[in-house]
């Protein structure tokens, strides 16, 4: 007879037995667990056999070594081959079947179904009646198929001190906030790819409004955190009414030491981050949306720092929603960013802002060049629509204005050149003769900010008469604000390039190159610039007003005017100028894109996709 010894391999205590003397076993059967330190190993047989002692019965405890039982293997081995294999010896203790039907498995699932849109249908029909989707549909679709993990969707309301657990599990999924990270613009940047990645957060507004709770608070510091770690953009949904008084599950009294607002400030200007929004946002969610870059709202959006509950309770009188911040003002004063019809179409206009910061691309179409020699009439007085030349110069299909209806002298957009993503900058000579105000400078500057924070080449388009002059431009301040364009412009660490398509006057066309016509990697003119100190008609009359009061006959007067404009106009025209070298060329408009492109090409990198550092400590709101 040939005995087989079954030993323990560790300390512990023999919690469950499986067999009993003259059970046979097979090698590779469990035949009894051991715990230690609080963990349940198997003990497996070696090999055939028939138990003919148990050594070890349960409660024993053993040291490494010890032996749980012995086996006589004899009378197997005699009759190999006519043993049933052994049944499992765990299913006398209920063990849990595997797949999708294991109940802790299960559990699990369920609680994220209880969250999706398909198990609220009520909630999904309010947003539906509105004209609006649901938060999950946002996210659905900005992100690519299959790349979002959710951080925290099975996160409720803090609010188990005055509601059932079931109630807050059914009613207040994810706490009202949804976000995670994945992949946007993968098609362009590749699938997979870090260039594609972003964090992205939506408030819930079927879930109590899309108010700010304790919980949501803390899922928002920890993704923001994980963008700030990641240097990855962050998209933003913020409809919403603000902060959430009902919160009972907290040990504070204020709720001021909360983190998100001081860590969503200090993204700005490391990631990009981009802010959308469509309905109600007020307070807390308000102050979210206005420290992103950019400002995505539809038509239909009302944007407060305050809404009709604490406008009433501050005794200022009583407003509906719609009263406050409805889109016409926040667009005209620069708040919104882009205005849209619908969720949709904020979604797409995104996808295509944030593509700017997350690379160039490689299949890009250039305009007709030939055509820009005609956007600026041969009438040196006739105002003319710089978004042609715009259009005209960059990758069809490539510009994205930016802050479209406030500082209309002043045109942002962001374009692509030869797949390349810049900033673009233009005076409008549609507005006060391209004049530079209050609004246009503050507007520029910011864009300056935004385009060297985040390592977009900027190319500015000038044609303008100077400053704003005038009593009533002075009462906005003009000297401080027209100022900001000098010190964020000589401040700039990305690569610069100024075309002057007609007038380059005063601190204003100095103000559009960054400080001086040798601030930019180059400067160059169209055959129609013209540069001076100011602009001629005025150099005229303040020059020579003796000369012009001498003569006393209008016709003879208007001659002479004329005559001395147009002197000076031939001392300053662009190619005149270039004669003294204060520029570096004058080139055909239809030479612009390979000037440009060389420039840049030239230039290191400086895109924020393959910068580690923080270039600029934040980027102005305003």
Known sequence: MSDIEIRSELQGTIVTMYVAPGDVVRAGSVVALIESMKMHHEIVAPGDGIVASID????????????????DDHAVNSSAGQLPPPADPTSRHDAPSIGL???????????????????????VQKRRDRGRRTARENVADLVDDGSFVEYGPTVIAAQRRRRELDDLIRSTPADGM???????????????????????????????????????????????ELAEHLR????????????RPGDTDTTGVSGLDCLAFWWFGELSGTVPIVGINAGYCFAGNAAILGCCDVVIATED??????????????????????????IEVQRANGVVDIVVADEAEAVAVAKQYLSYFQGSTSDWEAPDQTKLRDVVPLDRLRAYDIREAIDGLFDVDSVLEIRRDFGTGMITALAR??????????????????????????????FMQLCDAHGLPLVTLCDTPG???????????LVRHCSRLFTTGANLSVPTATVV????????????????????????????????????????????????????NDEERDALFQQMVDRMYEHGKALSVATYFEIDDVIDPADTRRWLATLFAAAPDTHRSVRADSVRPNIDTW
């Open 56 to 71: 070890a019965p349960e409660g024993t405890t053993l040291m490494p070594g010890g032996v749980v039982m012995q086996l």
């Open 101 to 123: 039907d294991r109940p802790d498995l299960a559990e699990v699932v369920e609680r994220h179904e209880l969250g999706l849109d398909a198990a609220r249908p009520e909630a």
């Open 178 to 224: 949804i976000g995670g990270i994945g992949e946007i613009n993968g098609e362009l940047f590749g699938a997979g790819e870090r260039a594609s990645k972003a964090v992205v957060m939506s408030y819930d507004y079927t879930v109590l409004a899309g108010t700010q709770g304790h919980q949501n608070h803390r899922k928002k510091d920890r993704l923001i």
């Open 232 to 243: 990855v953009p962050v998209v933003f949904f913020t409809e919403g009414g603000g902060g």
């Open 301 to 326: 959006s009302n944007i407060g720092m305050g809404g009709p509950a604490m406008i009433e309770g501050g005794g200022l009188g009583t407003f509906e929603p719609k009263q406050i911040g409805p």
């Open 417 to 446: 050149l030869e797949g390349r993503p810049v900033g673009v900058l233009a005076n409008n000579p549609k507005h006060l003769g391209g004049a530079i105000d209050s609004d246009g400078s503050d507007k520029a500057a910011r």
């Open 467 to 477: 400053m704003m002059v005038g009593p009533d431009v002075e009462q906005t301040a």
């Open 501 to 552: 398509t007609r007038k380059a006057y005063g601190l204003g066309a100095q103000a559009m190159m960054g400080g001086s016509t040798k601030a930019p990697l180059a400067c160059v003119a169209w055959p129609t610039g013209e540069f001076g100190g100011m602009g001629l008609e005025g150099a005229v009359r303040l020059g020579y007003s003796k000369e012009l009061a001498a003569v006393t």
